[in-house]
């Protein structure tokens, strides 16, 4: 079946430094990916949308100098938290549309900032 | 724009115990549907997915069920251990922007030894 990996799964980081986070499809081809946050004891919010070769989608009030997405190949998107604050530290996950299953998600990175 | 809605938000029962927990949603024009659970400070863990064609699935313990005409679906826990203590969350796909998921607030479970 399809399987999205991401990485890492959990990361601390420096207050000012910038943290990128990976997430991959591993047998299939995703030419768009999707990156969800989730805030302390709240749901998944979709952050972005994005799309191999051009430019993400941000969802209203996410900041797209802060959170830098590149889906350069088929398998392959990264988000990049920027200059991270205490307030970035949250639950990231990316999922990956596969056809005809529809999506897979990965299992999540952890980034706590200090 | 969809909304989705999981009951009860936090539910304590004894081992041994079936249980039903809820999502809601609506808009039916659903793509699939999933059902997750997420350990403290851990990631997720797909447990089942639904397609908009389908009414139920099943693995182990568990079974999920979706009713698409009616915006419900529910996950079927029987003989819960301590170990599913867990939140559990659903996350209903786009029909549109295929995809695109919404996630509900989650039930946080307790089993009680």
């Known amino acids: 079946g399809a399987v999205v990996s991401q990485h890492p799964s959990w990361v601390i980081c420096k207050s000012g430094t910038s943290v990128k986070i990976e997430c991959r499809s591993l047998?299939?081809?995703?030419?768009?990916m999707f990156w969800y946050r989730q805030f302390p004891k709240q749901s998944l919010m979709l952050m972005a949308t994005?799309?191999?070769?051009?430019?993400?989608?941000?969802e209203q009030g996410v900041e797209k100098d802060k959170f830098l997405i590149n889906h350069a190949s088929l398998t392959l998107s990264t988000l990049t938290v920027t200059s991270a604050h205490p307030e970035d530290s949250s639950f990231y996950i990316c999922?990956?549309?596969?056809?005809?299953?529809?999506?897979?998600f990965g299992s999540g990175t952890r980034l706590t900032v200090v | 724009k969809q909304e989705v809605t999981q009951i009860p938000a936090a539910l304590s029962v004894p081992e041994g115990e079936n249980l039903v927990l809820n999502c809601s949603f609506t808009?039916?024009?659903?793509?699939?549907l999933q059902w997750f659970r997420q350990d403290p400070g851990k990631g997720l863990t797909s447990l089942l997915l639904?397609?908009?064609?389908?009414r139920e699935q099943t693995s182990g313990r568990l079974n999920a069920s979706l009713d698409k005409s009616s915006g419900r679906s529910t996950l079927y826990i029987a003989a819960s251990q301590p170990g599913d203590s867990a939140t559990y969350l659903c996350?209903?796909?786009?029909?549109?922007?295929?995809?695109?998921?919404?996630f509900g607030d989650g039930t946080t479970l307790t089993v009680k030894p």
């Open positions: 999922s990956a549309r596969e056809t005809p299953r529809g999506y897979t």
């Open positions: 047998d299939f081809q995703a030419t768009t």
């Open positions: 994005s799309n191999e070769g051009s430019k993400a989608t941000y």
């Open positions: 808009d039916s024009a659903i793509y699939n």
């Open positions: 639904i397609q908009s064609s389908q």
């Open positions: 996350a209903v796909g786009a029909n549109t922007n295929a995809g695109k998921s919404t």
